[in-house]
């Protein structure tokens, strides 16, 4: 057809042959590419999407391990008549919805759910032999059962303490790190979204999340942390005994005290002195609860000793309750750079400090056990659907971030304080309870947010308690951690010595 | 140029002629080619049957006797084909065969699994309506193969290819005739069914390139000014690129059909560029086309959302509107990893038009990266079949077409699972052979007749082995 030509003849097309050929090599190699980065690379991460149903439908396709307290189960699986084989099924779902979370389809999963998700589906490879001979027998799988550290009795106590109070409570084991009770209100109840029904869920969800409540939140670890107000006096004292002060170190005892390099004044909560001395010690402000001889200590100290000694206690990280399996904490703040004025203001647990109760369960767990913080763990072992052991719980040390002289000051001012002092809402006749309230400011109209964490008994700590209650528990501004919080602790304190 | 040697018996591997007493000719048998093609058919066959069984083994538990009876009815069409190829074309290429037919074969059975997750059944069941569509396809690919016995007849008619072309393009945008789907106004509806006419404007458009590119070659690649290292062409030289270009935008615009427009435009290019040798040809062009496609994006919603979908897929506020799609293809690819759920197995029917435009996630779900890795290859094997087309062809006409049809296949896989694996934008276009879809389906398959057809011309072309006397002697006397 084509007359054969110097510059364009069938030898001089095969250049732009080649080249053509090679760009589409370059096409369908980018291809083996793009299919290898997201089936092999990405893989995990797309699977972990909290919006992969396929992940719902493999968690569901296999009859899945409970989640049991004291071994009964809170959280099981029944076999589904749908396309998906199995329903999951919570008993008391509002009370332990911190400690199961929720499994939905498409929404993400929480909680153990979704932190031993390997084991309760059966996936984890230490399950391998189980899955083999699920595979030769034609058995279905069956996952693991997760058995918790809760204590159903410390669970129900905090529940019905709380009442309609927006806030959480938590309580741990403090020689041992387990965690007996993790409550949060308002709660949800995880069965609304382990409904099959995409769309329902996905409405409840919504629902939940729009909720201004903040229900989904497990205030006990997470969301938006409220700052620690007075608790976190303990944090400072600590940081004051390490530092060469002692319990009766003393301080100027004014009733206001205005801020250097600053307009700002501040007052003790009772808007007068602390106690009737022109001096006022590290014991009694801690006991009494005032602010302005916490102000001038921090001062004193500087920023940099408190900064270091709240990271000893846990702040500024996340803490995993589940081993390292990922139920992870917020981390409590106590910030980077506070300028003096600010550094006088968290002295007393304000300014842009933040704290979980499991934070300041861990403040209370370091002084109960002579200085060691247990590490806060919620899975007490796992166990394989042949019954054999999978996981068992070992107590593990998170850090030591004071001395043990340290640590009977402070049970000293503690016990004090409830005995003889501002936290007086937390005495229990025949039991020496330590503790320490908290009554943080939000603003000049807001409500306060109310604290109380310590131990008890005094001389040999059987449980630490941290309890927040957002709002002034709606009983207005003039609310305080004694009056509100302190009783929640107690009902879990009196729960565990079986009272 | 005689096709057998005069000596050679029927049947006798390689016939050969003593010329004089040193040279021997030596002439090709044929039946080689069609011996291989029917072996690696009866290959296919096996692989798409095995398909089958694990599809209803995996989905349902036991096997429906039905289906064995629709894939040998098909299995008979092919077979047809093949005594077809032996008397109208007997040296044609040996692969194109068995790959569309295994490609073929595979997505029936994907889309017959999907179907069954889909608790489709009848006509319902888009499985049963791509039987129908493959063997529609089969025949008319065997009345081209058999109406076109000279593909230099294609290029006397390049202009009615254009005309046609055209036509097919603009139909959906008659009132009363086109359909929207999807979004697309891409479809032709004709009663009882509808079809997408630009499927086989791809064709006609190849067809029309190639015959208007080996004559306008050469004024197309007269040298212009020199720019930034590019030798730019004549300005009166961008009509066609031009027009073309404006037709891209029109089924951009107006049919909301991004892929098409894609696809017809770098077809186009690169034909252009391998007619011409002029690379500033396809830097023109891809320019061209970026500032149409960043200008359509700022004032066509449609577009927009794609790009956002693509760039930013897994946004909480896109994964459950414009990127859903896309990001649950993903989660099914992702969860098939590298050796897949198995057949019948996965859940690919949560993405949406997962037996179409997303039948390579569904695939990549159950099949896994090897799965995928295997139909890729298949892919480049068959376009590479097309451009081997090209490098042999006697005449430019063939090999400007060879390598048209080869790219338009490889552009399409591209765009397509380029745009479910978050490549590119994501566009609708079908993969060929594998995707559910008629027009597709019939497309592709006259695309392998004209592949066809045009490597029966190269090796129907002179091919004497000249040997020298001993060797060929001894092989003679062997």
């Given amino acids: 057809m084509s007359s054969p030509r110097a510059n364009h003849g069938s030898t001089s097309m095969t250049k732009e042959l080649r080249r053509t050929s090679i760009i589409v090599l370059v096409m369908i190699a980018s291809l083996f590419v793009s299919t290898s980065i997201i089936q092999v690379v990405d893989s995990d991460t797309l699977a972990a ?129 387990k965690i007996l009770a993790l409550v949060s209100k308002p709660s949800y109840d995880p069965n609304e979204l382990a409904v099959h029904d995409t769309a329902a869920v996905i409405q409840r969800y919504n629902e939940l999340l729009k909720d201004p409540s903040d229900p989904l939140i497990d205030r006990a670890m997470n969301g938006n942390l409220d700052p620690p107000g007075s608790t976190f006096k303990l944090v400072v004292a600590a940081a004051a005994l390490e530092d060469g002060y002692t319990s009766d170190s003393t301080f100027a005892n004014p009733a206001a005290l205005q801020l250097p390099q600053s307009s700002s004044v501040i007052h003790n909560i009772s808007r007068g002195t602390c106690g009737s001395g022109d001096t006022v010690s590290i014991f009694d402000a801690v006991r009494l609860s005032c602010n302005i001889p916490m102000a001038e200590l921090g001062q004193e100290l500087t920023y940099q000793p408190i900064y270091e000694k709240a990271n000893a206690f846990g702040f500024n990280q996340s803490i995993d309750i589940a081993g390292g399996a990922g139920l992870a904490s917020t981390p409590s703040a106590y910030p980077r750079y506070l300028d003096v004025p600010q550094t006088m203001l968290s002295a007393f647990g304000q300014s842009d400090v933040r704290a979980s109760p499991l934070q300041m369960a861990m403040v209370s767990m370091a002084i109960a056990n002579g200085g060691t913080i247990m590490q806060p763990t919620l899975v007490d072992q796992v ?55 908290g009554t943080a400011q939000n603003g000049t109209d807001e409500a306060n947010t109310l604290w109380f964490t310590g131990f008890a008994p005094a001389d040999d700590p059987q449980v630490v308690v941290a309890v927040v209650v957002q709002n002034g528990g709606g009983r207005g501004s003039t609310a305080t951690g004694s009056a509100v919080a302190a009783p929640v602790a107690k009902a879990m304190i009196k729960a565990v010595m079986g009272q | 140029m005689p096709r057998r040697s005069e000596t050679g018996a029927p049947g006798a591997a390689t016939s050969a002629m003593q010329l004089t007493g040193a040279i021997v000719v030596r002439l090709r048998k044929p039946a080689r080619m069609r011996n291989i093609e029917l072996g690696l058919l009866g290959f296919a066959f096996l692989l798409v049957a095995g398909a089958f069984v694990l599809v209803e083994f995996g989905a349902i538990g036991h096997l429906s006797s039905h289906w064995a009876i629709y894939l040998s009815a098909l ?261 098939g990893g590298i050796f897949g759920t198995g057949l019948g197995q996965g859940r690919p029917s949560i993405t949406p038009l997962s037996q179409s435009d997303f039948i390579v996630s569904a695939l990549g779900e159950e099949l896994g990266l090897v799965g995928l890795f295997a139909i890729l290859a298949l892919y480049l094997l068959f376009v590479g079949r097309g451009f081997r087309i090209a490098f042999a062809g006697v005449d430019d006409f063939s090999r400007l077409l060879a390598v048209g049809l080869g790219f338009a296949i490889a552009l399409q896989v591209f765009i397509v699972v380029g745009g479910v694996t978050r490549v590119i934008p994501l566009t609708g276009l079908t993969t060929p052979f594998l995707a559910a879809g008629g027009s597709s389906l019939v497309a592709n398959w006259i695309i392998v007749a004209l592949l066809l057809r045009l490597s029966d011309g190269v090796r129907s072309g002179p091919r004497v082995i000249i040997e020298s006397d001993d060797r060929a002697r001894s092989a003679v006397h062997a």
């Fill in chain 2, 75 to 335: 299995a008979v069409l092919v077979l047809v084909l093949h005594v077809v190829l032996r008397v109208t074309a007997p040296e044609a290429d040996p692969f194109l065969v068995p790959i569309a037919v295994l490609l073929n074969g595979i997505g029936l059975a994907e889309i017959h699994r999907i179907d069954i997750a889909k608790d489709w059944t009848g006509w319902e069941a888009l499985a049963i309506r791509q039987v129908v569509w493959t063997a529609i396809a089969l025949v008319l690919g065997i009345v081209a193969l058999i109406l076109v016995r000279n593909h230099r007849v294609l290029q006397r008619y390049r202009y009615l290819a254009m005309l046609t072309g055209i036509v097919l393009l603009l139909l959906p945008m008659i009132p009363g005739l086109g359909k929207t789907v999807n979004g697309a106004q891409i479809w032709v509806g004709l009663g009882i069914a509808s079809f997408q006419p630009g499927e086989f404007a791809k064709v006609a458009l190849a067809v029309f390139f190639a015959g208007y590119l080996v004559t306008a070659r050469d004024s197309l690649s007269m040298a212009g000014k020199r720019f930034l290292g590019l030798r730019l062409p004549r300005a009166r030289d961008f009509g066609p690129l031009i027009v073309v270009f404006a037709a891209s935008m029109l089924v951009l615009v107006v049919q909301r059909d991004l892929g098409t427009a894609l696809l017809y435009f770098g077809l186009f290019l690169v034909m252009l560029y391998v007619a011409t040798g002029r690379g500033s040809w396809i830097v023109i062009g891809l320019l061209l086309f970026g500032a149409g496609a960043w200008v359509a994006s700022r004032f066509l919603d449609y577009v927009d959302r794609r790009l956002v979908g693509w760039l930013d897929a897994f946004n909480p506020a896109y994964v459950g509107d414009q990127s859903y799609q896309l990001v649950q293809g993903l989660f099914g690819m992702a969860a």
């Fill in chain 1, 383 to 437: 166990i394989g659907a042949d019954q054999s052991t999978l996981v068992s719980f070992q107590p593990q040390v998170f850090g030591q971030p004071i001395d043990s002289t340290t640590a009977q000051a402070l049970t000293a001012m503690m016990v004090a304080a409830v005995s003889n002092g501002a936290s007086s809402g937390a005495q229990i006749p025949g039991i020496s309870v330590a503790g320490k309230t």
């Fill in chain 1, 49 to 177: 999407a909290p919006t992969n149903s396929r992940t719902f439908y493999a968690n569901n396709s296999v009859n899945r391990g409970p989640i049991l307290v004291a071994g009964s189960p809170v959280a099981y699986s029944v076999p589904s008549d749908g396309p998906i084989a199995y329903q999951r099924v919570y008993t008391d779902g509002p009370l332990y919805a911190p400690v199961t979370g929720y499994l939905t389809i498409g929404q993400g999963n929480t909680g153990l759910e979704a932190a031993m998700n390997d084991y309760l589906t059966g996936t984890n490879g230490g399950q391998f032999l189980d899955q083999l001979n699920a595979v030769l027998t034609g058995q279905r799988p069956a996952g693991a059962a997760v058995e918790t550290t809760i204590d159903p009795a410390v669970q129900q106590a905090a529940w019905d303490a709380l009442g309609d109070m927006t806030g959480a409570a938590i309580a741990i084991d403090p020689k041992t790190g």
